[in-house]
C-alpha cells in the first residue's frame, strides 16, 4: 500500500529526493530521433546535455557538459506505431559537485554510479605453475588473459582441438561451398569458439554495464574491435573483426609465454576420479601433457568429454 495512490492500487510516482555529491548514474535519458545526431554520434551533445539537466532540475549552466560521460546508446524504436517518434535512450555517469548538488533533485530510476576503477588483477604467489587451458574458445581465452595478468605465461599451455582462425576460415569455406565437413575444425571448433563465425554481437549484461562488463569490452577493444563497442546499446563486431581480434589476442597471449596446440583433441584426464587432483590430460593418439591445473573451457559442444567427465564423476 505504501507505493499506491490512496491505497487504490494504482503505482504512485516515486517522489524526487535530495541531490548529493557523487558520481551518478542515469537511467533512460530519452532524446528523440529527430533531436539526435545519429546512431555514430557516441558523446554528449547538446540536446542530451539537455535532457539530463533537466532531469536533475538543474540549469544547463550549473552542470558543465565535461561531468557527463555516456555509458551507453540505444535505438528505440517501439512506440512508433502509436505514432509517437522514435527516440534514443542513453544510460549517462554524471559527476555531481557540491554547488550543483545544492541545486539539484534525484528522480529514479538513478542510482550510485559504480566506482571507475576495474576488479583487481589476480595475484598469485606461485607463478611457476604449469597450466592447461582445454579450450581456445572465449571462456579458455580470458582464463589465459586473466593468468598472464597475473604473472603467469611460459607454464601455460591452450590445447584446441579445432584449428587457428586462419585456417579455420578455410575449413568453414569448405563446409559452406562444398558441404564438406571437418570434424574438428568447423562453427564450434577452433580457435574462437563456437560463434566466431556468427556477426559478433554482445547481448550478454550489456544494458548495465558494471565493471566486469567494461573489461570484457574493454579488452576486446584493445585487441581491435571497433570503439562504438564501448557505447552502443547494441554492440556487434563482425567476424572480419573477429578473426583480427582472434589473431592479435594469440600474439599478446604467445608474446606473455602461453603456448597454443591446434589440432589438440583431449580425451581423457589423468586423476579426477571422484574429485580427486587433475594431473594431467591425455590426448586423442595417447600423449600425456602432465598439469598442476587444468583449466576445461570446453564450451557446450563436446559431448564426448563430458561424457568422459561424467565417467570420473565428482563434482564438474
Ligand atoms: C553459430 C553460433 C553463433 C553464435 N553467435 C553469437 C553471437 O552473435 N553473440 C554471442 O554473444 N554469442 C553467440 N554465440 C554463443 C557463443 O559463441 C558462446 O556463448 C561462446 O562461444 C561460449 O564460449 P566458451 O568458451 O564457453 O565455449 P566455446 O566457444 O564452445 O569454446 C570451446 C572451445 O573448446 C574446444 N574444445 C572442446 N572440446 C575440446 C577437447 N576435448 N579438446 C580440445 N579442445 C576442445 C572447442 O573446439 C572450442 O574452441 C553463438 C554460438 C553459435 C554456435
Not at 516515486?14 to 548514474?25: D, F, H, K, V
Not at 539539484?104 to 598469485?124: D, T, V
Not at 594431467?280 to 573451457?297: K, Q
Request: net charge positive; charged share 25%; glycine share 12%.
Amino acid at each position: 500500500l505504501v507505493n499506491t495512490w490512496k491505497g487504490t492500487g494504482v503505482r504512485r510516482r516515486p517522489a524526487a529526493e535530495p541531490l548529493t555529491p557523487g558520481r551518478w548514474r542515469v537511467f533512460n535519458v530519452d532524446v528523440t530521433s529527430s533531436k539526435d545526431p545519429g546512431k555514430d554520434e557516441l558523446g554528449v551533445h547538446q540536446v542530451l546535455h539537455e535532457a539530463v539537466c533537466q532531469r536533475l532540475r538543474l540549469e544547463c549552466k550549473d552542470l558543465p557538459v565535461t561531468s557527463l560521460t555516456v555509458i551507453r546508446k540505444s535505438f528505440d524504436g517501439r512506440n512508433t506505431r502509436k505514432n509517437k517518434e522514435p527516440k534514443f535512450s542513453y544510460v549517462v555517469d554524471v559527476t555531481i559537485d557540491e554547488d550543483a548538488a545544492a541545486k539539484g533533485r534525484r528522480k529514479p530510476p538513478m542510482e550510485l554510479a559504480p566506482s571507475e576503477s576495474l576488479p583487481e588483477p589476480l595475484r598469485c604467489a606461485v607463478t611457476q605453475r604449469k597450466i592447461v587451458i582445454v579450450g581456445a574458445g572465449p571462456a579458455g581465452l580470458f582464463a589465459a588473459l586473466r593468468l598472464v595478468d597475473a604473472g603467469h605465461g611460459p607454464g601455460i599451455v591452450i590445447l584446441e582441438r579445432g584449428q587457428p582462425v586462419e585456417k579455420r576460415g578455410k575449413d568453414i569455406g569448405a563446409l559452406f561451398h562444398r558441404r564438406i565437413l571437418n570434424r574438428e575444425s568447423n562453427v564450434c571448433y577452433g580457435e574462437g569458439g563456437a560463434g566466431t563465425w556468427s556477426d559478433g554481437k554482445l547481448t550478454s549484461q550489456i544494458g548495465r554495464n558494471s565493471a566486469h562488463v567494461r573489461r570484457v569490452l574493454e579488452t576486446l577493444n584493445k585487441f581491435g574491435a571497433p570503439d562504438t563497442i564501448l557505447v552502443n546499446g547494441k554492440p556487434h563486431m563482425g567476424t572480419d573483426n573477429l578473426v583480427r581480434l582472434l589473431r592479435n589476442a594469440r600474439a599478446h597471449l604467445e608474446g606473455a609465454g602461453v603456448q597454443f596446440r591446434f589440432g589438440s583433441k583431449v580425451q581423457s584426464l589423468e586423476g579426477g576420479e571422484a574429485g580427486a587432483p587433475v594431473t594431467g590430460v591425455r590426448l586423442e593418439g595417447g600423449e600425456v601433457i602432465p598439469c598442476d591445473h587444468c583449466v576445461l573451457a570446453i564450451g557446450h559442444s563436446s559431448r564426448d568429454l563430458v561424457k568422459e567427465l561424467y565417467r570420473l564423476g565428482g563434482d564438474y
